[in-house]
């Protein structure tokens, strides 16, 4: 047996130190090795991105699609409710108020009954003014309609007239008067003022009754000539 030879003791350094075993860490392994590790995990990572981001088009698609269902389940039903709709105004019912709202012999009948006894204002005041000759201008019209339980009205007259304008002279005034009287539908014309003015041409007014033959509506036939 061999001895050993011992180390003299340090006496600087206690028991404890002596007996002390350090701790050493060390990295052994390979670098081809940690590369693949940290590869894997970050292909790992890539990965795990991924799924992700498809779940979340998935469902965004998904809510997509069951709101476009929703929108064309809504056009379809308001389609339908449409035709529906179109379909009923082809009704007997529908058909019989578009035709008398257009204007079928019924309306016709109708309003030529209620407004048989009408006064066309538009047609009046035509034929005064179209029995203006050369040299007399109408300058205004007004009218107004009698009461139908009044006395004139009795007598066949259901309004009055008067006419105002001017004239280069008084014979002028006359004639138109005069042809004023060949009317039916008016009645005793009747000059109620002429008055010379400094240019020398003459203002008048002319007073007039209608007759109840200017009495028509718009749907008949013997309304005086002149315009409707």
Partial sequence: MTPTALMPVDPTVSPQQAARILTLRADLLPPEIRDGRRARRTRSLVIVLVLVTLAGLGTWYWQAGLAKQAAEDEYNETFQSLTDARSDQKTKKLEALVEYQEG??????????????????????????????????????????????????????????????????????????????????????????????????????????????????????DCPSGGK
């Fill in 104 to 221: 079928g012999e019924a309306l016709d009948t109708e309003l030529k009954a209620v407004l048989a006894n009408d006064l066309s204002w538009t047609n009046m005041m035509n034929l005064l003014r179209n029995k203006a000759q050369k040299g007399v201008t109408i300058d205004e019209i007004t009218g107004s309609l009698v009461e139908e339980k009044s006395a004139e009205a009795s007598d066949g007259v259901v309004g009055s007239l008067t006419v105002t304008g001017t004239a280069e002279d008084k014979r002028l005034v006359a004639d138109y008067v005069n042809r004023l009287g060949d009317l039916k539908h008016v009645a005793n014309p009747f000059v109620t003022s002429v008055t010379k003015e400094t240019d020398g041409d003459f203002t008048f007014s002319v007073s007039v009754s209608i007759t109840e033959k200017a009495l028509c509506g718009r749907f008949t036939s």
